[in-house]
């Protein structure tokens, strides 16, 4: 008696489809999880070089001389 309602209690549990759709979300967040992690660096490498050559733009640009500040 024990043992069928094991086998039952299995053979219910490999039939239900309600947390099917848990699953799918699981793995749709794992998948864009991996895709974000593959082009995180390549993105950051290339901001990052943007930013370094702004900074450089504006050191080199000289500060405006002259006007009539009340310093």
Known sequence: ?????????????FYRKDGAS???YAI????VA???????TPISTNVS??????ENALKATPA????TGTN
């Not at 749709?28 to 998948?31: C, E, H, K, L, P």
């Open 49 to 54: 070089g943007v930013m370094t050559k702004v």
């Open 34 to 40: 991996v895709a974000l992690t593959a082009f995180i």
């Open 64 to 67: 405006p001389s002259g006007g």
């Open 1 to 13: 008696m024990r043992l069928s309602r094991i086998l039952k209690s299995c053979k219910e549990f």
């Open 22 to 24: 848990g699953i799918e």
């Open 28 to 31: 749709v967040a794992a998948m």
